[in-house]
């Protein structure tokens, strides 16, 4: 046909539109009116069905027509038979176990099945099984004796005899109804007929399909009649568990393609049959169907040409546009895989518990958790995903939880918070990150939170915290003692100089020996102070701590109440330690004491023990002092006893100076032994619990006993004379003064200085006039403007033929170490006596 001229042309299309208007809504009706081919499952159900090898289901031993067991053992009936056709075409292995009606539902709750085949649909069995749609819809009627005139309603059923099976929903429907009645269960609708046969029940409440069944097969149909109408239509399911969603989808998807394309009809139809009055004449019933198809056949082959031509050009058209698209796609689809990956191995594998919620009225029910949830709190996904958080927790912990929960939703903006919980009577704290999701129309879907384990930060944060505090107070008490040791310095000095030198009656004598006394009470304090800070008066020496706790043995038993047993454990052989015995003997003894304390005039028993062992940083992490701590053989003391014992809170405070549970006493004992064991490089480990008594364990490093003992002093020589020039360095006039009169009394001459400039300016001219070298200087560390060290560099190098002694309120080994290489001649403890210094110059001029 020619298309030469433009009538033509538009002749053609006028014609070609009219026909596909024409066409379009009858292949849209066709196409509308065409079944569905197959079941069509998601990738989650296909991943489901794949992982699963049979899919087991519970069915009733005797509910015909719908389910009953064969002579063989096998299931038959219209829901097995229906499972079975959904199982085929949807391609998995099915199993039926038969089973009484009164197990189905404990047998699906204990995991022994998949799904219960048969089940009626009501508002308290959704709250604990997932339902699909119904499949079949059964009438629930009441049965009487065919003689009974006075039943003819629900109502009539008050106060009777009714027999019903087990775990019908003839039961619930009754108290939903509020008729009340005894109630006679019996394992199967059977029983329940028996029962009003025979008079031991009014009536009995049954489902009609298998109820009449009975009755006709039985040849009972005379005995028993029915009261229309049904008191309700049951809807009978599939039963699943509520974590198993995909399951229930599965066979959902199912009964609802069997309903469309008509094989329920049909199962319905060959178990139950088809009225005789209902049925069609097959050409009337399928007359309009041949009439469209025919209809429909007639117009696709008067287009046909028409649409090939334009069905070849849209064709090639949308092949090019599908190309393009399928591209894309493709590398959507490889980019949306790409993130699902990364998301999947960020939630399977990171530490921090992952968990999604979602809002059902006032409170949250937990989608899914990730594995690191069951890791760090015991409570896996299988355990809680669909489970409410106030059904998982009590209520004084979910209320708070829940309120965070509303908080978040409330904002509508992440927050975070920290909670301690007590896990397995452990207690735990959580840094916990909650953010909303919501969807497209900015409408709040879901939460999801980030939990974080962050108790072992918390304790070292504390741990710090506490060291830093222990520091300082250290400092300060190392401050303090010094000062206050100037001043008794200056004290004791004098007294010991006026006993020295007055001659009169014994009265002041006595008076200036209570001073004496007094002031080294005083010099102990500070002692005890300079012994928290770890810079303690020490002379350390090798020992054994068995020998100084067998020489202490009498003085220890005497110390303690007679009430308490006390036991001593010593182990054979334990290694030598380098320790000052004095300070040992205070450990023990203020273990000791503190234990009888503890008992409180109370029976009960004190042991002390020594052992050894090798232990490393690791195994010493949870001691009281661990910052230099190595590896290696460690000698120690352990004080136990069956007390009171402690509370977290007195825990946190133990070793804390003038901290004390008792009325009397400065709370110094045990911040002292902190301080000993640090400067003996040891390490202390604390246990207690309220109730259950106390354990002390001290570790000290052990030494080789053949190893020399860097703290040997040569015994002095006490025939030196003592004459010559010597300078006394000191920024405090007390001192200066009283050191000054002491070494004049001595024999010297003696020249003062108040500061380090001041002692090298007389040095220098000294040495310029006397054309000689002082003797000795008593040097002070601690002085303004230049200090002791530089001081003693500065002296070293314009007298180096003085011998320098210094002089501190520090011990001997703080400042010893600072020296060790400088060429001191010796060491003065402040506070000193005149003997101290006579010793101490023996020493240095010998």
């Not at 433009?6 to 070609?16: A, E, I």
Request: net charge negative; glycine share 6%; proline share 4%.
């Amino acid at each position: 046909m020619p298309y030469g001229n433009k009538n033509n042309k538009s002749d053609f299309k006028k014609s070609l539109n009219i026909k596909l208007y024409i066409l379009l809504p009858i292949l849209i009706l066709f196409n509308s009116c065409r079944a569905e081919t197959s079941i069509e499952l998601n990738r989650a159900e296909r991943e489901y069905l794949a992982n699963k090898n049979v899919i087991v289901f519970a069915a009733e031993t005797n509910y015909p027509p719908f389910e009953f067991v064969l002579k063989n053992g096998s299931s038959a009936g219209m829901s097995i038979e229906l499972l079975r056709w959904i199982a085929t075409e949807t391609g998995f292995n099915i199993e039926f176990i038969p089973m009484e009606h009164g197990k189905i539902q404990t047998a699906l709750n204990a995991g022994k099945v998949d799904a219960i085949a048969g089940l009626f649909a009501s508002p308290e069995r959704r709250k604990n099984f997932l339902l699909t749609s119904p499949y079949f819809i059964i009438p629930g009627i009441i049965f009487i004796k065919t003689e009974r005139p006075d039943i003819n309603s629900a109502a009539d059923l008050q106060n009777k005899k009714i027999a019903v099976m087990v775990d019908d929903y003839a039961e619930e429907w009754l108290g939903q109804n509020n008729i009340k009645g005894e109630l006679i269960r019996t394992a199967d609708f059977y029983d329940a007929i028996q029962l009003v046969i025979s008079g031991k029940a009014d009536a009995m409440i049954g489902d009609k399909q298998p109820v009449l069944h009975f009755l006709y097969s039985k040849n009972e149909r005379a005995l028993l009649k029915r009261i229309e109408p049904p008191l309700y239509e049951g809807l009978d399911c599939v039963a699943v568990s509520l974590d198993n969603p995909h399951l229930a989808s599965i066979i959902d998807k199912g009964i609802k393609f069997a309903e469309h394309s008509g094989i329920l009809k049909k199962i319905h139809d060959k178990w139950l049959g088809i009225p005789i009055d209902t049925r069609e004449p097959f050409f009337k019933k399928y007359m309009y169907t041949f009439a469209a198809v025919l209809s429909t056949l007639l117009i696709i082959i008067l287009t046909a040409f028409f649409w090939i031509f334009i069905l070849r050009r849209e064709v090639s058209r949308r092949t090019s546009d599908l190309k393009l698209e399928i591209k894309k796609l493709r590398k959507t689809e490889d980019e949306l895989n790409d993130t699902v990956m990364r998301y999947q191995g960020i939630y399977n594998n990171t530490p921090d518990s992952i968990f999604w919620l979602k809002k059902d009225n006032d409170s949250f029910f937990i989608e899914n958790v990730n594995p690191a949830h069951e890791k760090n709190t015991g409570l896996g996904n299988d355990v809680v995903a669909g489970k409410y958080i106030d059904k998982i927790l009590p209520p004084e912990l979910s209320a708070p939880v829940i309120k965070n929960y509303n908080n978040c939703i409330k904002s509508g903006n992440a927050m975070s918070y920290e909670e301690e919980v007590f896990l397995d009577g452990e207690k735990k704290v959580f840094r916990t990150l909650l953010v909303p999701i919501f969807d497209q129309d900015k409408e709040y879907s879901r939460i999801v939170g980030f939990s974080r384990d962050v108790t072992a930060a918390r304790d070292i944060e504390l741990a710090i915290r506490h060291t830093q505090k222990l520091e300082s107070l250290g400092v300060l008490a190392g401050g303090i003692a010094h000062d206050f040791n100037n001043l008794l310095s200056a004290i004791m000095g004098n007294i010991d100089l006026a006993i020295q030198t007055y001659t009169s009656s014994g009265f002041q004598q006595k008076y200036l020996d209570n001073a004496i006394l007094a002031s080294r009470r005083a010099a102990d304090l500070c002692s005890q102070l300079l012994a928290y800070s770890g810079k303690g008066i020490s002379e350390f020496k090798k020992v054994k701590l068995n020998e100084i706790i067998n020489e202490m043995l009498n003085i220890l038993e005497v110390s303690i109440s007679k009430k308490i047993n006390f036991t001593v454990e010593s182990a054979d052989e334990i290694p030598w330690i380098e320790a000052d015995p004095s300070q040992i003997r205070q450990i023990i003894m203020n273990l000791i004491i503190n234990a009888s304390e503890a008992l409180n005039e109370s029976e009960g028993d004190v042991i002390l023990s020594t052992g050894s062992g090798f232990f490393t940083k690791k195994d010493l992490a949870t001691t009281w002092i661990n910052e230099d701590i190595n590896d290696g053989l460690y000698s120690w003391i352990k004080v136990e006893d069956t007390g009171c014992g402690m509370t977290d809170e007195t825990l946190s405070h133990l070793f804390d100076p003038f901290f004390t549970t008792k009325f009397t006493g400065r709370g110094l004992g045990l911040a002292a032994i902190i301080g000993i064991v640090r400067g003996h490089r040891g390490s202390i480990i604390v246990k207690s619990r309220p109730g259950q008594g106390s354990s002390f364990t001290v570790f000290f490093p052990a030494i080789n006993e053949n190893e020399k003992n860097i703290h040997d002093e040569n015994i002095p020589d006490e025939n030196l004379t003592h004459d010559g020039y010597v300078m006394v360095v000191d920024d405090e006039e007390g001192v200066r003064t009283v050191a000054a009169s002491m070494l004049e009394l001595i024999g010297f001459t003696v020249l003062t200085s108040f500061d380090g400039m001041d002692a090298i300016s007389k040095i220098k001219d000294f040495t310029e006039n006397k054309k000689g070298s002082l003797k000795i200087v008593l040097l002070d560390l601690t002085m303004p403007h230049m200090d002791g060290a530089e001081t003693f560099k500065k002296i070293s190098k314009i007298s180096p033929e003085s011998r320098i002694i210094l002089m501190s309120g520090y011990s001997e080994n703080d400042i010893t170490e600072k020296f060790t290489d400088a060429g001191i001649s010796g060491f003065l403890q402040k506070p000193f006596q005149l003997q101290d210094l006579q010793k101490k110059l023996s020493e240095v001029l010998k």
